[in-house]
């Protein structure tokens, strides 16, 4: 089955080859790229530095090595998968030019773009593909999320010198999805000494400087192989300096001070006051289904292994409160995993168990788990999670429960999990591309996430996420997905509780950005590539 | 003199080397380490991988061990890698001293520009209005948590009136101005506890040298007033003063993590904090016995400082 | 040290039978009228004293006079002003600050007072065996107690608050684990201060005398040196009381405390900053109430200090 493309490049002279492009994304904004048509609007000035404040900073710079996540760390600029997302976050062409997956869904073949480069001259080529996914397969070396991206991954072919085949262990759709710059960014071969210290992508931007939770500095890349509609290379930013800094107020501050021009998040309590109060002097752009927010029970261990204490808790939980006073009435209420906005949202998901504690009780007392012991766990960055978790935590003891709630950081969370000593966990999840990335790690029995996560075990889930995964029909995925979440929400491994979603504001001076549907910052036509600084 | 200097130094081995076993080991006691840390959300879960990266970060040694190992690395100038941004931790450690000595000193230096003043005023104008204006100001300063000023600064100062940043280092020697606007608030709120406490220092050691026999004599001398408190007598209190904010200076070295979080510093401090929530050991032992060693040797300087500039201040 | 000024009357008549309890309780009596009288010498400890009784008696009424439960969730409430119905508003989740200040501040007191307690109970005795002994103990010691007092201090306490943090204790437990880590940071001071004192006071005269007698070093030093050490060991520990509050405010506000929804006065403070702009008064309560319990101490420690060192009279 063919993707749809638009002509394919042999050996042509840079011009062509840029004619040729141009000529592609002109044929891609007849799909509907509302970002090109409004990027032509104003006429794009070169040039420009942009100070880009964030909530969070990488914890070092191999591309490979740590998780440079696609939103709140400047670093991102300097990645590029195989594959790009656009505005709607559903993979298109970008390094690869072309992509063809054989009838069987075993096999998937993409044609590189001639002349694309890393930052430091070397051609992205197949070979370079496949070193970089053989290294991101590697578990001493790869952090979890891309090697979770690749499990299904085999082997990777250089066939020839732009033809990368990628032979997979079972049949999946969503492989595609997996190749995006997040998690799975290109890093060059033969940087690979310095990749601590000077990484090396293929994205927009390249790397100048990095302190640590500080400053993180980053040019223009000069020979980025995207164009604009005019035939003008993008990205139009001369360059961007990333400012990490994690209080949320600090940011805002910074923001309204002019010590930086965009922001990647506010406040849940900011961001319900600031359009309106400062309509004019800063422009937001609301920025829907970033994640999604839930609460995770153990089934293995602890009073949930009880299906009756689930609901209860379930009734237990006002889900119109905590919108109201964890997000300020932002965002959507969850009741499967993708929200209306998102291309993957399924309607007729079964709902899960209504607000209504006076049942919760009733069921407890049925369960004979009145005044049972409840330890609720959560980190404490971002500030919703433990404001959720303390809100579900005083719900939960108006029914009956006995909560303790606990805050632990990263690895006491995770060591937690793994001896699967604890019996909920506020948490989220976000940027799955293509529902597998969700539920085949979260709610699929054998995966190892499940396992430490709530250890759900469902043989219907299991053989309906295997199925969705085979097929190629989206239409039908869909409906697979819908039935998926229906279990979800029935046997409650896990309670959806919201759609989270960012406000980023940014100075007026800054033009041309369009945050797609997920937050992405770099897409393929949009974000932060087309931007520009008045 | 020199006799007492190399013994001081010779004192000061064996402290060391508590300090480096006690990093080494209150380190180590916290749970889990830095594999966990890496291994992020999905945890490790093959044990071939873990022993495979234990060997590599070298956690599968003896506890004795490693600390020899990282013993015999540091006294040879190698801090080591840090275990979570695989850098050098000169690069990351030695990079933060300066945003942190700077906010330290400017904050001491403030503090003694509004200490120094106040306090002598008190003590000249003992038990009058003034005086128990600045006891009160000073135990007041004392009393108020350093980071709940630090807010109500940024408060007023940044977010009602905006005149002044909450956040961002500029190194002085870049950027003048925006060095100095940018150090305002963070040094300011360091500075007046340290001033509150320096105040009523000043005031007690002033006391103590204006009844002094020397002032009397000054005095009968015949030389006018002004010249006796703040040349002689101003002079002579100082010492003590200026070793204690010495002496102060070093504990602050330590202590400036909360300043350094609520504006945003990229100083030691925070560093060294946020090593501790990442289990990133190597960082944090560095950090400890870098920060314990600063205090040990500044105690040593101001010691000797008070020792050198003792005898020879004093007015016959 | 205030001597105990026995009283004429105490003279035993020994025809007429007092029991001991009487005599103690008398003798007691007279002590506290001197130490009141004493008291009075000084302006600041008065003040320091009556702002210690306000809080001693807020801490003791506090089941009486919070009015509202300082965990229930009122999500109805959230970011009230001060009013008549919530005197100091409420906070983000609609809790009433005035209770969770008060039963705030009952926990921290409790946990600071308990805390110096530690550090005396270990500091004194190093201090005491270290100054009288001399030599080998001596040394040691004071190479701990300098090596201690050169770890940068917040450091020795974050590193403590995580660890204690992760042992899955019952609330009890933990604030038992957090006393004895504060306590533990406090007894380099005394251990100092009382080592200072003790080696003063070993040269006098009565030292000389008890040793004639044969009495064993042990008894010499625990019970005759020792109380004449305690003024500057009061007066620190006041003082210290005031600074291990700070610390556990600072700990507390950097998300080392206790977990929520315990009412806490520094993580309250650390949740105010989202709404500092729109809602000042979530930031302000607590942080006053810090500082007023600061203050106390610090007060009264200062007016001890006044009365207990004669030197210092006339300042």
């Known amino acids: 089955m063919r993707q749809a493309t638009q002509g394919r490049d042999l050996e042509l002279s840079r011009r062509a080859f840029l004619a040729a492009t141009s000529g592609m994304l002109a044929g891609a904004a007849a799909f509907g790229l509302a970002s090109q048509a409004e990027a032509g609007q104003r006429h794009p000035k070169r040039g420009g530095t942009l100070r880009f404040a964030t909530r969070a900073d990488v914890s070092g710079l191999d591309l490979h090595r740590n998780t440079i996540y696609l939103v709140s760390m400047p670093l991102a600029a300097i990645n590029q998968g195989l594959l790009d997302l656009d505005q709607k976050s559903e993979p298109v062409p970008g390094v690869a030019a072309a992509w063809e997956a054989s009838p069987d869904l075993l096999r998937y073949t993409f044609e590189l773009r001639h002349g694309v480069l890393f930052h430091n001259g070397r051609e992205v080529d197949a070979e370079a593909v496949r070193w970089n996914f053989e290294r991101m397969q590697d578990p001493k070396i790869a952090q979890p999320l891309a090697r979770a991206a690749l499990e299904n991954l085999k082997a990777t072919e250089a066939v020839d010198k732009y033809t990368v085949r990628c032979h997979l262990h079972q049949p999946s759709a969503a492989f595609p999805a997996d190749v995006v710059y997040y998690p799975c960014a290109l890093m060059a071969p033969d940087s690979v000494e310095q990749a601590d210290l000077h990484p090396i992508g293929c994205g927009p931007f390249k790397f100048v400087t990095w302190d640590r939770n500080n400053l993180t500095e980053m040019v223009r890349f000069e020979n980025y192989f995207e164009t604009d509609t005019e035939g003008n290379s993008l990205p139009y930013l001369d360059a961007i300096i990333g400012r990490p800094k994690r209080e949320d107020g600090v940011r805002l501050t910074a923001l309204r001070a002019g010590e930086v021009d965009l922001l990647d998040s506010m406040a849940y309590a900011d961001a319900a006051e600031f359009p309106k109060k400062y309509a004019g002097k800063f422009q937001t752009w609301n920025v829907p289904t970033v994640g999604t927010s839930f609460i995770l029970f153990n089934l293995e261990k602890g009073p949930f292994t009880d299906k009756q204490v689930r609901l209860a808790a379930a009734h237990a939980i006002d889900h119109e409160a905590i919108k109201q006073a964890v997000f300020h009435g932002t965002g959507e209420i969850a009741h499967g995993f993708y929200a209306s906005a998102s291309p993957w949202y399924a309607d007729g998901v079964t709902a899960w168990p209504a607000y209504d504690p006076d049942k919760a009780k009733f069921l407890l007392r049925q369960a004979r788990a009145v005044g049972v012991d409840v330890v609720l766990q959560t980190l404490p960055t971002p500030p919703y999670m433990q404001q959720t978790a303390e809100l579900v935590q005083a719900m939960w003891t108006e029914v009956g429960f006995k909560v303790r709630f606990n805050i632990y950081d990263e690895v006491a969370l995770q060591q937690k999990r793994r001896e699967r000593d604890f019996h909920a966990d506020s948490s989220a999840a976000s940027y799955r591309w293509d529902p597998d990335g969700w539920f085949s790690r979260y709610i699929l029995s054998t995966a190892p996430t499940t396992k430490i996560y709530s250890g759900f075990q469902n043989e219907r889930a299991d053989q309906l996420i295997a199925e969705a995964r085979r097929t190629a029909d989206r239409k039908k995925r869909l409906e697979l997905y819908a039935a998926i979440d229906s279990i979800v929400n029935e046997e409650l491994p896990i309670l959806y509780l919201q759609h989270l979603t960012l406000l980023e504001a940014g100075s007026m001076r800054l033009q041309g950005y369009h945050p797609s549907v997920s937050g992405a910052f770099s897409t393929r036509g949009g974000g932060i590539r087309t931007a520009w600084m008045e | 003199m020199v006799m007492y200097t190399i013994n001081r130094i010779l004192y000061l081995i064996p402290v060391l080397f508590i300090l480096t076993v006690a990093a080494f080991s209150l380190v180590h006691c916290l749970p889990g380490d830095v594999i966990d840390v890496l291994a992020g959300q999905e945890g490790v879960v093959d044990p071939a991988v873990r022993q495979a990266l234990e060997h590599e970060y070298g956690l599968n040694k003896p506890l004795y061990t490693q600390y020899f190992i990282w013993l015999n690395h540091v006294l040879h100038g190698d801090f080591g890698t840090s275990q979570v941004t695989r850098r050098p931790i000169a690069l990351e450690i030695f990079k933060r001293i300066p945003a942190t000595l700077y906010l330290a000193i400017v904050g001491t230096i403030i503090s003694l520009l509004i200490a120094v003043p106040l306090g002598t005023m008190a003590a000249v104008k003992r038990n009058t209005a003034v005086d128990y204006a600045a006891q009160l100001l000073s135990l007041v300063g004392i009393s108020i948590p350093e980071f709940w000023f630090a807010l109500l600064c940024v408060l007023f100062f940044s977010l009602y009136l905006g005149w002044l940043p909450s956040s961002e280092y500029y190194s002085p020697f870049d950027h003048l101005g925006l060095s100095i606007q940018h150090i305002i608030l963070p040094a300011a709120a360091l500075g007046i506890r340290q001033a509150a406490i320096t105040t009523r220092l000043t005031r007690s050691t002033m006391l103590d040298e204006v009844q002094k026999e020397y002032v009397d004599t000054a005095r009968s001398l015949g030389l006018p007033e002004w010249k006796v408190i703040y040349q002689y007598t101003l002079r002579n209190a100082m010492i003590p003063t200026l070793t204690i904010s010495g002496l102060q200076l070093a504990q602050l070295l330590g202590g400036t993590v909360v300043i350094e979080t609520i504006f945003a510093w990229p100083g030691v401090g925070r560093t060294l904090f946020e090593a501790i929530i990442s289990r990133d050991f190597p960082v944090i032992q560095a950090g400890v016995l870098i920060l314990g060693v600063a205090v040990v040797v500044i105690n040593l300087l101001v010691d000797l400082m008070y020792r050198v500039l003792n005898p020879r201040v004093r007015l016959a | ?315």
């Open chain 3, 1 to 315: 040290m205030a001597k105990c000024v026995v009283s004429q009357e105490d003279t035993l008549d020994l025809d007429v039978p007092v029991s001991r309890v009487t005599l103690s309780l008398r003798r007691c009596w007279e002590v506290c009228k001197n130490a009141v009288s004493e008291l009075c010498r000084s302006k600041t400890a008065i003040l320091g004293a009556l702002m210690l009784l306000v809080l001693l008696g807020l801490c003791l009424l506090t089941p009486y006079i919070a009015r509202y439960d300082p965990i229930k969730q009122n999500y109805r409430e959230m970011l009230q002003t001060p009013s008549a119905k919530h005197y100091f508003g409420t906070d983000r989740y609609g809790r009433d600050i005035w209770s969770r200040i008060l039963w705030g501040g009952r926990r921290l007191l409790t946990i600071s007072v308990l805390a110096v307690l530690v550090g005396i109970l270990v500091g004194i005795p190093m201090g005491t065996l270290s100054g009288y002994y001399g030599k080998w103990i001596d040394a040691f010691t004071m190479r701990v107690v300098d090596a201690w007092l050169a770890f940068p201090g917040i450091v020795i306490y974050l590193m403590l608050a995580t660890l204690v943090r992760e042992w899955k204790l019952a609330e009890f437990w933990n604030d038992l684990a957090l006393i004895f880590a504060l306590g533990i940071n406090q007894f380099p001071r005394l251990a100092r201060l009382v080592r200072g004192t003790v080696l003063a006071e070993k040269e006098k005269e009565y030292v000389e005398a008890c040793r004639a007698i044969g009495d064993s070093n042990l008894y010499i030093s625990l019970r005759e040196i020792l109380p004449n050490c305690l003024s500057p060991v009061i007066v620190q520990a006041t003082v210290s009381l005031g600074s291990t509050l700070l610390v556990i405010a600072a700990l507390s506000f950097l998300g080392l405390g206790s977990p929520p929804p315990t009412p806490d006065w520094g993580s309250d403070l650390n949740l105010a900053r989202d709404h500092m702009e729109s809602r000042p008064h979530i930031a302000i309560f607590p942080g006053l109430a810090i500082s007023y319990a600061v203050l106390a101490f610090n007060l009264f420690g200062d007016g001890l200090r006044d009365i207990l060192d004669p030197r210092l009279t006339d300042r």
